[in-house]
């Protein structure tokens, strides 16, 4: 369950800009057995691009090899449906998990549409795959095939479109030391709206950037439980044009054992086209309890829009709670409160698991 409020804006006017996201479901052999179903609001986060959908899902599983499909009203993030319905077919593989290597693969066939599949709105085909050789090398990727051009074509691309490539390396050459890198490149996506309705005058207004972005980052575990890390992150196209981000963190897992204590700090600078700034976050956490776990972080964001000179301050700040209900049951309730310049909103999220 997920709630947010945007009070009022800054001219003082009440706004009614409340939005909820749930998801309920009921689920059969999720981590093992010859069947895997679920019926409700179904979470299909495992499969490469695709969502939530208020509907079902039925996998049969043969050794490593599962095959299934799900079907049902696409799950709006406003907690309602818009009417469309989102159906496909999945394929996944994967290896028994092995003490050095493991390996696993993902398929999927989405199609979407409106007017009661009277008209196409989306369809597409995704994979992705991850390889751990533990505990050297995780290597990830995921690839998107866009069947219908939805968007691309107004662009003068072709119906069929490479729409997202991403990647990441994971090594850790030392024990103490992790190395990540990343990739990712992707087309524009221009909202919900089927562009090719669009006039040909407005075609025209579109931006023709790719968005690509990769990421640097290491990591070195201290004694004691202390840590230190840094990051580069280059993005290059896009809306919001081209930008770098620079990040140092680090902390400590425990400070004390008994209750357990920890903490983490992170200092962020980024110097783009439009936009540069600064921003600092701190985060504790708590756990009197085995079975509990508490936490609480506060973020600190100062931002300079170039064109104008506008500065923009915002606050976070974020409590989380995890309780461990005996060995099938679970409850995570997180709430929080970001506030500023440009700005003004209250969020909760409660999920609540029982394991049969």
């Given at each position: ?284 956490s708590y756990s009197p309890l085995a079975v509990l776990d508490l936490s609480l972080r506060y ?58």
């Open positions: 369950v997920f709630a947010s409020s945007d009070l009022a804006d800054r001219r003082g006017r009440e706004l009614d800009t409340r939005s909820y996201l749930y998801e309920a479901a009921l689920e059969y052999g999720g981590s093992g057995g010859l069947v895997h179903a679920a019926i409700g609001r179904v979470g299909l986060w495992d499969l490469p691009t695709v969502g939530s959908v208020d509907g079902g899902r039925l996998g049969l599983r043969l050794g490593p090899l599962e095959v299934g499909g799900f079907g049902g009203l696409d799950a709006a993030l406003d907690g309602s449906d818009r009417g469309r319905t989102s159906w496909g077919g999945y394929l996944r593989f994967e290896t028994p998990p092995g003490e050095v290597w493991s390996w696993d693969l993902s398929t999927a066939y989405e199609r979407t549409s409106t007017d009661g599949g009277g008209k196409l709105d989306r369809e597409l085909i995704a994979a992705d795959t991850r390889l751990r050789w533990h505990p050297w090398l995780t290597a990830y990727g995921r690839v998107e095939l866009d069947l219908y051009g939805n968007t691309q074509n107004l662009l003068g691309r072709s119906d069929i479109e490479l729409t997202d490539v991403y990647g990441s390396l994971t090594l850790r050459p030392l024990d103490p030391w992790t190395i990540g890198l990343s990739f990712d490149r992707r087309l524009p996506f221009f909202g919900e709206q089927t562009l090719r309705e669009l006039a040909p005058e407005a075609r025209t207004a579109l931006p023709d950037e790719v968005l690509s972005t990769a990421r640097l980052d290491t990591r070195v575990d201290l004694p004691r439980a202390w840590w230190v890390g840094a990051a580069v992150d280059l993005r290059r196209g896009g809306e919001n044009g081209d930008r770098n981000t620079w990040t140092l963190e680090g902390g400590c897992y425990a400070i004390s054992d008994e209750p357990a204590i920890g903490f983490d700090l992170a200092l962020e600078a980024w110097q783009g086209d439009l936009w540069r700034g600064e921003a600092g976050r701190f985060g504790l973020e600190l964001t100062l931002d300079r829009f170039e064109p104008t000179g506008l500065d923009v301050t915002r606050h976070d700040v974020q409590a989380d709670v995890f309780w461990r209900m005996g060995r099938r049951m679970s409850l995570n309730l997180t709430g929080g409160w970001e506030t500023g310049d440009d700005v003004d909103r209250q969020y909760v999220s409660l999920d609540w698991v029982y394991r049969f």
